[in-house]
């Protein structure tokens, strides 16, 4: 059947074209067309759906990081006035609250609504407690008295769970939650269960400490040790200002359950006559007392030597004109909490220093002056599980701190400012709930939440100040193995670790696999090609955890062992192919032609294997040579100089400087006599070049270094310093073979999709292929290039299993190639399995998986941006 044609004469063409009519297309295709562009759309939007998706989810996780505290519930009520009231405690589920008065006697109340319950008496004997000293859980007491004598005291609450049916017939409805039998307090817990809360107190015998009828006027108090070697130590102050300590050591024998004690106490040395102690404070381990004095100024005392205790040094610590108000310490004994009567609140840390003019070296320095409050500090207490606490001023301002984040995170105040007499404060155990207790018997009391008091932008992002650090910095530690630990979350570290694993893998795996696809594109016969592109495709098939295991149990002992063959490597691979490159061209055309190809690839390999086994012969002759004989001695400036090193380093850089000089003068020249000879005796003449080039090199290099050493620039210390096993050179080349075929195989598909008649032109131009690789190809194929290598990167910042395996999983500030780091996407993977739901870690993982995801949308955003530059001038080409 014929098709209705219709002639079309082009208008200034002078001829005719037949063009077929009454073509249609089929609806299948339609529908199919369709189809494909609706799916295809309808994919990306739900591929961005997606990704917003998730960056939602991170943020609704971490948020929560940044929200200030929530007070759930206020209360106030009055109890039974206690004017002379010395101590108050509550139980972790603020439950059950109680006050001690001199005499003995223990009060107890409900915390919800105040109804007073059965209490205990201290049999005291009849006498009144002059000073009181507690450990951190407010538990564990000592009192001193007017006849100079001590006793120790536990008084505190029991907690145990019941069922319905073994708890007492008749009991006493006080709220919607809790019950009472007058003595202790029913609540009901989840699954069908009851808590009880009641009071339990012993007291010991009296202990004499101080000649008798000599009044005790302060004492501090500290437990410490182990389970099986226990500690009680405590110091006390007389009426007349002596100070004495006294440690009891207690060893238990695990098998019979026997215990051992030996009590020793020492004198401390006198203070200055006259001197009035308000408070005393003696850490954990008994190696540091610390004595306060009305007009701000603390003593502290070295007992490190207990037979032979000193006074190291003596301070104000409040401002000028300040008196004291309060002086405590946080968790861990470390960091001394001073109030002043002006409302002022500054903490200061124990610190050696070679310029203190201390009997020990050491010297209290304030670390951190907090928001001061309206009025006088008057009482104060601290966190039994973070670096809390809470401060009470004159007018009844209560708030609620955190001493590293220095942020204030609630403020309350009571009904009415507290009167005369010692009033007492008491921050939950579980800090969630604080209680204020005024002589005249009024109590306030307030739940809240504040579940992430660590978390700033300043502490995650910024430089702190830690307990036991010289200075601030920036510190990721997040779990320790005692109670006593602060955890740490700067984020600084591990991404400053994902860059520099980055950074150390893209500088080992662009120019192999750059290099690599321009000479499969350009150079190599494409049988050649059709056998190496898809091997390198299938190295990405290798799983990350097997070259992980590979690199921490093989790799990095042998790096280790063979270092200094492993650095003359890098020297002496491309220094031997470049070598055979010079010898390939003084071979006859018709041998060089017959050898190309595949015997030609295979010398190639040929030569790496020679290379690397001189480095391997030679490594302990290049070890003596440059590095006095033991590379990792060198690496810590223990032994050689920087001389060797920074010539070998800055080699290349000479090189390549001497080559461009000689290319701008006689290059021209230079070429255009070699056009005139035969190959064999051009390529005898260029290797001649390239010799006394790389001799000459050699020379500016170590002339170069030795001026750079005279003027004091040695590179250990920075990118060289101390050597550890598993480092960034070993994450480097194990993560860079994981991400070369990535950027191999885009880039060298982009390199092939360059038209040939570009090629074609270079060529008969005069260029020589190498010339039109570099000059012609790579520049038009810049843009794909340049997104093979975004691409790879993508791969290294969001690499976990190599890292984790082999990165030794460091979070420090350095660019030392021999020493470890910690990125992002590690800490995630090992950290998140043990953090609690909820918790201010697993929190902390959030934030670090979205700032991960910001650093990539922000990398690809830029890799895109200069992708389309790189694409424009192509366009132009």
């Not at 090629?759 to 008969?764: E, Y």
């Amino acid at each position: 059947m014929s098709e209705n044609t219709d002639d079309s004469t082009v208008s200034g063409g002078g001829y005719k074209r037949l063009l077929p009519t009454g073509r249609t297309t089929r609806k299948s295709v339609l529908v199919a067309d369709r189809f494909a562009d609706v799916s295809i759309t309808l994919g990306g939007l739900l591929v961005i759906i997606a990704v917003f998706g998730i960056l939602a989810f991170l943020a609704r996780e971490a948020i929560p990081l940044f929200l200030d505290g929530e007070i759930k519930r206020q209360d106030a009520y009055v109890l039974e006035a206690s004017p002379e009231m010395v101590w108050a405690n509550a139980d972790e589920y603020q439950t059950m609250g109680l006050r001690i008065d001199p005499d003995g006697r223990v009060t107890t109340y409900h915390i919800g609504t105040g109804r007073p319950l059965a209490g205990v008496a201290l049999d005291f004997g009849g006498a009144q407690a002059t000073a009181v000293g507690a450990t951190n859980n407010r538990e564990d007491l000592l009192f001193g008295f007017a006849d100079g004598s001590v006793r120790f005291a536990h008084v505190g609450f029991e907690s145990k769970v019941m069922r319905p049916e073994d708890i007492p017939a008749v009991l006493t409805e006080l709220n919607e939650q809790d019950m009472t039998d007058g003595i202790s307090v029913f609540r009901r817990v989840p699954g069908n269960q009851i808590r009880r809360i009641s009071l339990t107190a012993e007291l010991s015998d009296a202990e004499q400490i101080v000649p008798e009828g000599v009044p005790i006027a302060a004492v501090g108090y500290a437990l410490g040790g182990t389970i099986e070697r226990p500690t009680r130590s405590f110091v006390s102050f007389d009426s007349f200002g002596v100070g004495r300590l006294t440690r009891a050591d207690s060893r238990i024998n695990l098998m019979t359950g026997a215990e051992t004690v030996t009590t020793r106490t020492t004198t401390l040395p006198s203070l200055p006559a006259g001197t009035p102690v308000k408070k005393v404070l003696l850490t954990g381990q008994a190696d540091q007392v610390y004595v306060g004095v009305a007009d701000g100024t603390v003593f502290r005392f070295d007992t490190r030597d207990f037979e032979n205790p000193v006074l190291a040094e003596s301070q104000r610590l409040t401002p000028e004109g300040v008196d004291l108000g309060v002086l405590g310490f946080l968790i861990g004994d470390q960091t001394i909490v001073v109030g002043g009567s002006d409302g002022s609140v500054r903490m200061y840390f124990r610190l050696q220093e070679d310029a203190a003019q201390t009997e020990d070296g050491y010297r209290m320095v304030m670390a951190r002056e907090l928001e001061p409050q309206p009025a006088g500090i008057v009482a104060y207490d601290v966190s039994q599980r973070r670096k809390s606490f809470v401060t009470l001023d004159a007018q009844g301002n209560l708030w609620y701190r955190h001493g590293t984040s220095e942020q204030v995170l609630l403020r309350v105040a009571q009904d009415k400012p507290s009167g005369e007499g010692r009033v007492q404060v008491v921050l939950m155990p579980r800090d969630d709930g604080a209680s204020v207790l005024d002589p005249s018997g009024a109590v306030d009391h307030w739940r809240f939440s504040v579940p992430h008091p660590e978390t700033t932008w300043s502490s995650i992002f910024g430089e702190i100040w830690y307990e036991g650090y010289e200075e601030p910095n920036y510190t990721w530690q997040s779990s320790s193995g005692t109670d006593l630990f602060e955890p740490k979350f700067s984020l600084v570290p591990l991404i400053f670790g994902t860059l520099k694993a980055t950074v150390y893998s893209l500088m080992f795996a662009v120019p192999i696999a750059l290099l690599a696809a321009i000479y499969t594109s350009e150079f190599v016969h494409r049988r050649v090609r059709a056998t190496v592109k898809p091997m390198m495709e299938m190295m990405e098939s290798l799983p990350t955890v097997v070259l992980g295991f590979i690199a921490a149990l093989i790799l990095a002992p042998i790096v280790e062992s063979w270092i200094a063959a492993v650095v003359l490597g890098f020297v002496a691979l491309p220094l031997g192919l470049m070598v055979a490159a010079q010898l390939w061209q003084m071979l006859p055309p018709h041998v060089a032609l017959k050898l190309n190809g595949i015997p030609k690839f295979l010398f190639m390999f040929v030569v790496i294997g020679i290379s690397a086994l001189v480095a391997r012969l030679l490594g302990p002759s290049f070890e003596q040579a440059f590095f006095a004989g033991d590379f990792k001695a060198w690496t810590n400036r223990d032994v050689g100089g920087a001389v060797p090193f920074m010539s070998l380093f800055l080699w290349p850089l000479a090189f390549v400087l001497l080559t461009m000089a000689f290319n701008r003068t006689i290059g021209t020249a230079y070429r255009m006599h070699l056009r005139g000879v035969s190959r064999q005796r051009a390529g005898v003449l260029d290797g001649a070049r390239w010799l006394s080039m790389a001799v000459t090199s050699a020379l500016l290099a170590w002339m170069a270094a030795t001026a750079l050493a005279a003027g004091g620039f040695d590179p250990r210390g920075g990118v060289i310093d101390t050597y550890v096993q598993r480092n960034a050179l070993v994450v480097g080349m194990v993560m860079g073979f994981a991400i070369i075929p990535n950027i191999y195989t885009l880039a060298e598909d982009a390199l092939n999709a360059v038209p040939g008649q570009l090629r074609a032109a270079s060529l008969a131009a005069g260029a020589t292929p190498w010339q039109t690789a570099v000059w012609v190809v790579l520049p038009t194929a810049m843009s794909g290039v340049f997104a093979a290598c975004m691409i790879g990167m993508g791969r290294a910042v969001g690499e976990t299993m190599i890292v984790v395996m082999a990165a030794g999983n460091t979070p420090v500030l350095d660019w030392n190639i021999f020493n470890g780091l910690r990125t992002l996407s590690a800490t995630i993977a090992v950290e998140l399995p043990e953090a609690v739901v909820g918790g201010t870690l697993y929190r902390m993982l959030f934030l670090a998986a979205l700032t991960l995801f910001v650093m990539t949308f922000v990398i690809n955003t830029v890799a895109e941006v200069i992708r389309q530059r790189f694409r424009k001038r192509a366009f132009q080409l």
